[in-house]
């Protein structure tokens, strides 16, 4: 395998990772949202916040491509 084979399976398995770990996250502030009792304000504030990290990450690999693209 070349080294841009090497890169490609790097990139795939951080995604991937990284969505799991939001994945599990969020079913853990569920789980103490939902057996605390949280208003739903408090409820909205938390999956903001938990929606916000994952839209960074996303933002992230979307500069990312187009810098990539562009040949930056």
């Known amino acids: ?3 841009e084979n ?4 790097e990139t795939v398995v951080l995604y ?5 770990l939001f ?3 969020s079913y853990a502030v569920h789980d103490v949202l939902k ?3 949280v208003p739903l ?3 909205i504030v938390a999956y903001g916040v ?3 990290g994952a839209l960074g990450f996303v933002a992230k690999g979307v ?3 187009f810098w990539l693209s562009t040949g930056v």
């Open 16 to 20: 991937v990772t990284l969505f799991g």
């Open 35 to 37: 057996k605390n009792d």
């Open 1 to 3: 395998m070349i080294a």
């Open 41 to 43: 304000i408090g409820r």
């Open 63 to 65: 500069i990312e491509l």
């Open 23 to 25: 994945a599990l996250m």
């Open 50 to 52: 938990l929606g916000l």
């Open 6 to 9: 090497y890169e490609t399976i």
